[in-house]
């Protein structure tokens, strides 16, 4: 199934509404592989234990918000790689792959001058795009990926939105560094 109507590039309410803003972290893990190579969307997977405040609380689909990818000891990142970004993220079980468990694969909206795996990443959730959707071609699927990049960037664009790049959310400081600086 794909959507066939018309989709708008600026969705839900002028400002985030319960359940949001909801708060992610945790270190960057590999996925499938597929985000980059075959959909030309590299994702920032979360580990399962780290996706259980917004499984909670709403359903498989498409968000955005903003994301952080945290340096580390191990891994250091580029100068311009230290900001907050724009995100859009897929929560759920990617019914074109056959997914055999829930996922959360958050897609920054930055180009990385490397990879971060094992780098804390702290990513807010500000509102819901539009739900998990089956394709019945992987060219649909890239479409609507596209498609959800430019929402993303529109919702965000709304002065309520933009006041979240400053969130405390951002501002922690990762366990592995801090027990670093406090010996």
């Given amino acids: 199934m794909t959507i066939l109507s018309p989709r708008p590039l600026v969705v839900g309410p002028d400002s985030p509404q319960p359940p949001f ?5 945790g270190p960057v893990q590999k996925g499938f592989g597929r985000g980059s190579k075959e959909l030309g969307c590299p994702t920032a997977n979360l580990p399962d234990e780290s996706i259980a405040p917004i499984t909670s609380v709403a359903k498989t689909g498409v968000y955005y918000g903003y994301a952080k990818v945290l340096p580390s000891h191990e891994q250091q990142l580029g100068i311009d790689d230290h900001a907050v970004f724009p995100m859009v993220m897929s929560v759920g ?3 074109f792959y056959k997914n055999e468990r ?6 920054i909206m930055h180009e990385f001058k490397a990879d971060f795996y094992g780098n804390e990443m702290r ?3 500000l509102g819901y795009i539009r739900p998990e ?6 060219e649909a699927l890239i479409d609507d990926i596209e498609l959800d990049k ?3 960037l529109h919702c965000l664009a709304r002065a309520a939105y933009q006041e979240y790049v400053v969130h405390p959310h951002f ?3 990762p366990d592995n560094l801090a027990s670093a600086q406090h010996p």
């Fill in 150 to 152: 430019k929402v993303a």
């Fill in 102 to 107: 829930l996922t959360a694969e958050v897609h």
């Fill in 123 to 125: 990513a807010l959730v």
């Fill in 133 to 138: 959707l089956d394709y019945t071609s992987k």
């Fill in 171 to 173: 501002a922690a400081v």
């Fill in 93 to 95: 079980w990617n019914p």
């Fill in 21 to 25: 803003p909801i708060p992610l972290a």
